[in-house]
Every structure is written in C-alpha cells, then in structure tokens.
Antibody, heavy 123, light 107 residues
C-alpha cells in the first residue's frame, strides 16, 4: 500500500524553527517528485514547496521563499521541510504529497497525500 | 504567479442533480489543470488530471473539460459521498496554485 506519514509538527513561538518529515512507503520513492502543501484552519489548499525526483530542482511559494527549505533522502525514503523564522501565518496542517508521473521534469499532479501534521505558531 | 478562481464558491444540490463547477486561470495554462476533492477532516483526493483525464478508480460520473483559461468539473448525477469541497490546481507554472475551492452541500 502506498503511504505517506508526516511528523514533526507542533506548537512553536514566532521566529522559531521546525523540521517536518514525511516517511514514504509502498512505492519507489526516488522515482517521484514530492511536495508539501498546507491548509490553514478553515482555509483552502496552498502549495508550499516541491522537489524533483533527483533533487535537481526545488520550488517554493513566495510566502515561504528564503525561510523554508525542502530536501529529500532517497536512501531513507523520506522528505523533509526545514521551516525557519516561523510566523503566525504559517499555522496550518502540512501535507506531504507524491507527484506523478515518475522521473519527470517539473511538477505535475499529486496522486497520494498523507494525513498531515499540524504546525501552530503562536506566542 | 498564476491566479486561479472558482465559481461558485459554494452550491446546494440534491442527490441525482447534475453539478458543474467552473475554474478560471489568470493566463493560458493549456491543459495543465487538475481537480481534487476534499471532505472535512480528510486529505485531498486526486480526481482528474490534464483537464479531462479521470484518475484510476474515480467514478465515471465525474468529468472535466476545458483548456487555456476556462475549465469545468461536472458531476453527472450527484451521490451522497460527493458532498465535499472541490479544488482546481494548475501546474503550468511554478509555483503550482490552487483555486479557492467550491463547497458542494446538501440541499
């Protein structure tokens, strides 16, 4: 079964850092681009960041550029999101999502999503 | 960034109704348009890719059409399990962007 499990969320103060992880299983992780998508309470979906299958390219939403860094460890079947200088507006449920098709340049569509991990930024 | 709009923002419909949701892009995105369904407390579910291609396992009552800037998602006969929020999503440019969502509620 294809599965994505996020972890690392929590309650932090503004200006703090947090590192999210996503553990992948059930598919050949290093063949697929991966994404982080967030959803603030009661709001819609916002793409945060994505990374290609070979880490050759990464992209960020303007709202997190310069503060967040996406990375992956294909040997560990894991995706990460390092979040620095957190703001109250970063409060959201953060989803990890798998892209398709495999070994493709750029980003396409997200066919599998995790259940998310909650990040709350508050003083 | 490409801006995505959806209309309506919400609608009320009955089981068996035909429902159409519109998505518009702020510039030409060819057919780089996908649709997702999200139910309360759940992760989004992938429905349609490249404007009109049904993801495996998605019921055939769902269909998508359009290209360029205007797209539609149609549910031919609304079922109880279809009450949810639907999002369009463009991947023509980075950053990929989502529409604000259309909430389909029970009349």
């Amino acid at each position: 079964e294809v599965q994505l499990v996020e972890s690392g969320g929590g309650l932090v103060q503004p200006g703090s850092s947090l590192r999210l992880s996503c553990a992948a299983s059930g598919f050949t992780f290093d063949d697929f681009a991966m994404h982080w998508v967030r959803q603030a309470p009661g709001k819609g979906l916002e793409w945060v960041s994505g990374i290609t299958w070979n880490s050759g390219s990464a992209g960020y939403a303007d709202s997190v550029k310069g503060r967040f860094t996406i990375s992956r460890d294909n040997a560990k079947n894991s995706l990460y999101l390092q979040m620095n200088s957190l703001r109250t507006e970063d409060t959201a449920l953060y989803y990890c999502a798998k892209d398709i098709p495999p070994r493709s340049a750029g980003f396409h569509y997200m066919d599998v999503w995790g259940k998310g991990t909650t990040v709350t930024v508050s003083s | 960034d490409i801006q995505m709009t959806q209309s309506p923002s919400s609608l009320s419909a009955s089981v068996g109704d035909r429902v159409t949701i519109t998505c518009r892009a702020s510039q030409n995105i060819r057919s780089y348009l996908n649709w997702y369904q999200q139910k309360p407390g759940k992760a989004p579910k992938f429905l349609i890719y490249a404007a009109s291609n049904l993801q495996s396992g998605v019921p055939s009552r769902f269909s998508g059409s359009g290209s360029g800037t205007d797209f539609t998602l149609t549910i031919s006969s609304l079922q109880p399990e279809d009450f949810a929020t639907y999002y369009c999503h463009q991947t023509h440019n980075v950053p990929p962007t989502f529409g604000p969502g259309t909430k389909v509620e029970i009349k």
